[in-house]
Nanobody, 127 residues
Framework: QVQLVESGGGLVQAGGSLRLSCAAS????????MGWFRQAPGTEREFVAR????????YYTDSVKGRFTISRDNGRTTMYLQMNSLEPEDSGVYYC????????????????????WGQGTQVTVSS
């Protein structure tokens, strides 16, 4: 049974930082592309970033480039999202997800390309 469990969300002031974690179990972690998505109230789930199974390739949505860093530790079967210079527009529920697709370029930025999902962690950035 695959489980993805996010943690690290919270309330932070604009300009602050948070580090999200996603602990995975029940899957061969290193073989999965992992991604972060977020969803604000009344909006569609939005792609944030993804990382290849080896960790060698990453891709970000334009609005977070230079501020967020995705990483993974395959030995600990955990993925991270370091978020710096947070803005109120970054607020929402952040979800981690696992994809069995081979992703290149800007690929694997759709929610339907991810087979497994966590329950989400709330991030609130106050202005």
């Amino acid at each position: 049974q695959v489980q993805l469990v996010e943690s690290g969300g919270g309330l932070v002031q604009a300009g602050g930082s948070l580090r999200l974690s996603c602990a995975a179990s029940g899957l061969t972690f290193r073989t999965y592309t992992m991604g972060w998505f977020r969803q604000a109230p009344g909006t569609e789930r939005e792609f944030v970033a993804r990382i290849s199974g080896s960790g060698g390739t990453t891709y970000y949505t334009d609005s977070v480039k230079g501020r967020f860093t995705i990483s993974r530790d395959n030995g600990r079967t955990t993925m991270y999202l370091q978020m710096n210079s947070l803005e109120p527009e970054d607020s929402g529920v952040y979800y981690c997800a696992a994809s069995g697709y081979y992703c290149v370029g800007s690929g694997c930025n759709r929610a339907d390309q991810y087979a497994y999902w966590g329950q989400g962690t709330q991030v609130t950035v106050s202005s």
